[in-house]
């Protein structure tokens, strides 16, 4: 079992930087692949990136290249989605996400957090 917290959403205009954070529980989170994901109100739940265990490979949404770097620190427990340049469009409820093995795009993963709202202002 792992649980999930999300933090570091909040309010920032268009051209500014977020930080989130997605702390983890459990003595095996090094073992799971990682993911991003976000709701806008109206909208299917789509991937942001992610992460694969070791960290080595990480995966993206062709809109956030260049701007959003995924990261992980194991010994932490935690794993974060630096946000920079931020657009209007990328306001959303954002989750962070764990599985173990898989299409780290996809949306079936095992255990997912609450969410924390990005708002991004023009």
């Known amino acids: 079992q792992v649980q999930l917290v999300e933090s570091g959403g909040g309010l920032v205009q268009a051209g500014g930087s977020l930080r989130l954070s997605c702390a983890a529980s459990?003595?095996?989170?090094?073992?799971?692949?990682m993911g991003w994901f976000r709701q806008a109100p109206g909208k299917e739940r789509e991937f942001v990136a992610a992460?694969?265990?070791?960290?080595?490979?990480?995966y993206y949404t062709d809109s956030v290249k260049g701007r959003f770097t995924i990261s992980r620190d194991n010994a932490k427990n935690t794993v974060y989605l630096q946000m920079n340049s931020l657009k209007p469009e990328d306001t959303a409820v954002y989750y962070c996400?764990?599985?173990?093995?898989?299409?780290?795009?996809?949306?079936?993963?095992?255990?997912w957090g609450q969410g924390t709202q990005v708002t991004v202002s023009s």
């Open positions: 459990g003595r095996t989170f090094s073992s799971y692949d």
């Open positions: 996400a764990a599985k173990t093995g898989g299409i780290v795009m996809s949306r079936a993963y095992d255990y």
């Open positions: 992460i694969k265990w070791s960290g080595v490979s990480t």
